[in-house]
């Protein structure tokens, strides 16, 4: 199975998965929340609705490494730590902290600062491992994509430095941070265990540390537990496990700004989901910003 996640002709095949799944959370979170009935400014429920998708997914990928007879393999006990930092880093606190921020900044910001975690990360990464050096191209196709992104959310007149909060744009720059560094650690990680079991392991820990957040803050109200919110909550812990457990392969295989750069695809193919699914305004700049998002993906991979 690792063969399909090294061979570079199903690079980007799977890496468009991750970024369509990824895409298709954000208004399925919507939805959880209208259904559930999570008030925008409960904190408490936010988390705890983030902390069982990623608790309940680590399940399923550990379940999946279970029925493939997949260990863990780790060649150092010592190296448990590790495991326990990702699960820290690339669940928890990144998690945690999206789900503050979006509580307190427009959608527009949110997305354009969140999209930056995945420029962060190429630039750590081009820094850290010898097997990916930055290059001009790597910088244009980073420049295109983050300007895809900006073109989706930015409106003629529209000015979006007010009202500039530390809760706000703080806690998603943070976001965007660990974002980064999670993928650092998982490079490492890899080199150190099997990464589909450690990626089980990290969401599951990194869920039960969301939850237990969520309980000391406690939620605002009752949910309101119906079959549709069930299921919207269950297609979610799925795009959870399935695009982890694939994007973190991916990243243990092939250098990490051949992979990261697909994340600009998330905000710009979230927002047509969003139009479609919840009858959003659909424009025709989305589009024009695909295609940007697109030509920089093919400059970071071109060889």
């Given at each position: 199975?690792?063969?399909?996640?090294?061979?570079?002709?199903?690079?980007?095949?799977?890496?468009?998965?991750?970024s369509v799944g990824w895409s298709l959370a954000y208004p399925f979170i919507k939805l959880g929340y209208q259904t559930f009935q999570i008030a925008s400014d409960d904190l408490g429920g936010k988390i705890l609705?983030?902390?069982?998708?990623?608790?309940?997914?680590?399940?399923?990928?550990?379940?999946?490494?279970?029925?493939?007879?997949?260990?863990?393999?780790?060649?150092?006990?010592?190296?448990?730590?590790?495991?326990?930092?990702?699960?820290?880093?690339?669940?928890?606190?990144?998690?945690?902290?999206?789900?503050?921020?979006?509580?307190?900044?427009?959608?527009?910001?949110?997305?354009?600062?969140?999209?930056?975690?995945?420029?962060?990360?190429?630039?750590?990464?081009?820094?850290?491992?010898?097997?990916?050096?930055?290059?001009?191209?790597?910088?244009?196709?980073?420049?295109?994509?983050?300007?895809?992104?900006?073109?989706?959310?930015?409106?003629?007149?529209?000015?979006?430095?007010?009202?500039?909060?530390?809760?706000?744009?703080?806690?998603?720059?943070?976001?965007?941070?660990?974002?980064?560094?999670?993928?650092?650690?998982?490079?490492?990680?890899?080199?150190?265990?099997?990464?589909?079991?450690?990626?089980?392991?990290?969401?599951?820990?990194?869920?039960?540390?969301?939850?237990?957040?969520?309980?000391?803050?406690?939620?605002?109200?009752?949910?309101?537990?119906?079959?549709?919110?069930?299921?919207?909550?269950?297609?979610?812990?799925?795009?959870?496990?399935?695009?982890?457990?694939?994007?973190?392969?991916?990243?243990?295989?092939?250098?990490?700004?051949?992979?990261?750069?697909?994340?600009?695809?998330?905000?710009?193919?979230?927002?047509?989901?969003?139009?479609?699914?919840?009858?959003?305004?659909?424009?025709?700049?989305?589009?024009?910003?695909?295609?940007?998002?697109?030509?920089?993906?093919?400059?970071?991979?071109?060889?």
């Amino acid at each position: 199975m690792e063969k399909i996640f090294q061979d570079n002709r199903y690079k980007t095949l799977l890496a468009v998965i991750c970024s369509v799944g990824w895409s298709l959370a954000y208004p399925f979170i919507k939805l959880g929340y209208q259904t559930f009935q999570i008030a925008s400014d409960d904190l408490g429920g936010k988390i705890l609705f983030g902390g069982l998708r990623f608790f309940l997914a680590g399940i399923f990928v550990m379940l999946f490494c279970a029925f493939r007879k997949i260990g863990l393999e780790i060649k150092n006990r010592n190296d448990l730590w590790w495991l326990f930092l990702l699960a820290l880093v690339n669940t928890a606190l990144h998690y945690t902290f999206a789900y503050i921020g979006l509580g307190y900044n427009s959608s527009a910001r949110s997305t354009i600062l969140d999209s930056l975690g995945g420029f962060i990360l190429i630039f750590l990464s081009a820094m850290i491992f010898p097997d990916d050096t930055m290059t001009i191209r790597k910088i244009i196709g980073c420049l295109l994509g983050l300007a895809g992104i900006i073109m989706i959310n930015v409106h003629p007149g529209e000015d979006l430095f007010t009202d500039v909060t530390f809760r706000g744009d703080g806690m998603i720059l943070l976001n965007a941070a660990f974002s980064a560094l999670g993928g650092i650690i998982t490079r490492i990680v890899s080199k150190k265990m099997n990464i589909m079991m450690a990626t089980g392991q990290s969401m599951m820990i990194g869920g039960a540390m969301m939850i237990t957040t969520a309980l000391v803050i406690g939620p605002s109200r009752p949910w309101v537990i119906t079959i549709q919110g069930l299921l919207i909550l269950l297609v979610l812990i799925l795009i959870s496990a399935v695009c982890f457990g694939i994007y973190n392969e991916l990243l243990a295989w092939h250098p990490i700004s051949e992979i990261a750069i697909y994340n600009a695809l998330i905000p710009v193919l979230g927002v047509i989901f969003a139009a479609l699914i919840l009858n959003e305004e659909l424009k025709w700049q989305y589009f024009l910003s695909v295609l940007m998002v697109a030509a920089g993906i093919y400059l970071v991979n071109r060889k």
